[in-house]
């Protein structure tokens, strides 16, 4: 746990509208506990959020990325959020103009990746052969890191493992971003940009993890990052 500061730096946590309530009190722990304070950012704050000063930002999970964004046409039955893809592609654009700190989670990976002119597959079941495609906030995948990535630093191993909540994944890396972690299939599960302080996007949800002090790193690493905006 981080130690107490008067001046926590203040991180933007994004999600929808309505629902995913429960991944984003977590994150707001993690935050917390990481030495930060989160505001709850959503669709339905798209005028003020903008307004406010946060140094950092938590991208969370949710529907699938619209793929209309990537110049593709849907494959699957669509489960998007037309709204919310809006307003987190103005955050994370924002973000990255002030070279904020930015954490993207599961589908927050995938639009930094679609933001930056990657895309994605849009569905994961047909490319696995060694990892079930079964959700789980349960730890029962394992994640292979690239060993000379800032992940490797983070959680101090090249293999560990993590949950699975997501049916879409990063297939063409976006500008300046490298891959950081497989799964048994060779599946993206973690990217990253070197040159910039704190640029991670994981595909696993590590507000559900939060009894490891690994994923808890990535948090601490986040706000420490923040920190250094106030």
């Not at 191993?157 to 890396?173: A, E, F, K, V, Y």
Request: charged fraction near 25%; hydrophobic fraction near 40%; charge should be positive.
């Amino acid at each position: 746990m981080a130690a107490f500061s008067s001046r926590r730096p203040l991180i933007a946590v994004t999600g929808p509208r309505r629902r995913g309530i429960a991944p984003r009190i977590l994150v707001h722990l993690a935050v917390w506990l990481a030495g930060g304070r989160a505001v709850q950012l959503s669709p339905a704050h798209n005028h003020e959020a903008f307004q406010l000063d946060y140094q950092g930002v938590v991208i969370t999970g949710g529907h699938d990325v619209d793929p209309v964004l990537y110049a593709q046409e849907s494959e699957v039955e669509p489960r998007y959020d037309k709204e919310r893809d809006e307003f987190e592609s103005r955050i994370i654009d924002d973000a990255l103009a002030r070279r904020l700190p930015l954490l993207g989670i599961c589908r927050g990976a995938q639009l930094l990746n679609v933001r930056l002119g990657g895309t994605l597959y849009q569905e994961l079941k047909s490319l696995r052969k060694n990892t079930s495609n079964r959700w789980t906030i349960l730890p029962l995948k394992t994640l292979l890191v690239e060993n000379t990535s800032r992940l490797l630093e983070l959680l101090g191993t090249t293999r560990t493992r993590i949950n699975s909540l997501h049916n879409q994944g990063i297939d063409r890396l976006g500008r300046g971003l490298r891959v950081s972690g497989w799964d048994l299939d060779g599946i993206i599960q973690a990217v990253e940009d070197s040159q910039q302080d704190f640029l991670i996007g994981v595909q696993w949800h590590p507000e559900f993890l939060l009894f490891s002090s690994r994923q808890r790193k990535l948090f601490s690493a986040l706000v420490a990052a923040a920190q250094k905006h106030l």
